[in-house]
């Protein structure tokens, strides 16, 4: 029913900035909660923002302050802007929509893009 693509994972520098992105597609009207996880080798998914419909943000610790989460709804896309990178924010990134109004439903499921890695190293 929602189809997630993310983009823009790579290879920086430490200090270095990158921009992710996540479009969503299929079947349905809007999504109300979008979110950004990353996942380290043997551990959870761990979250690091999320943004709802109408904008309003979360963020784990470690994203505060570093990290904009950002979406354009008419899109249907959500952005995370990473600045100041650490060798610690190394993991795989993965997208997340939960939520969906479909014409005459709603389902609380949760959808997972295929994941893009994010590599700080010197």
């Known amino acids: 029913q929602v189809q997630l693509v993310e983009s823009g994972g790579g290879l920086v520098q430490p200090g270095g900035s990158l921009r992710l992105s996540c479009a969503a597609s299929?079947?349905?009207?809007?999504?109300?909660?979008m979110g950004w996880y990353r996942q380290f080798p043997g551990r959870e998914r761990e979250l690091v923002a999320a943004i709802t419909r109408g904008g309003a943000t979360d963020y784990a610790d470690s994203a505060k302050g570093r990290f904009v989460v950002s979406r354009d709804n008419a899109k249907n896309t959500m952005y995370l802007q990473m600045n100041g990178l650490k060798p610690e924010d190394t993991a795989v990134y993965y997208c997340n929509a939960r939520g969906v109004f479909s014409r005459g439903s709603y389902n609380s499921n949760d959808y997972w893009g295929q994941g893009t890695q994010v590599t700080v190293s010197s």
């Open positions: 299929g079947n349905f009207v809007c999504i109300n909660r």
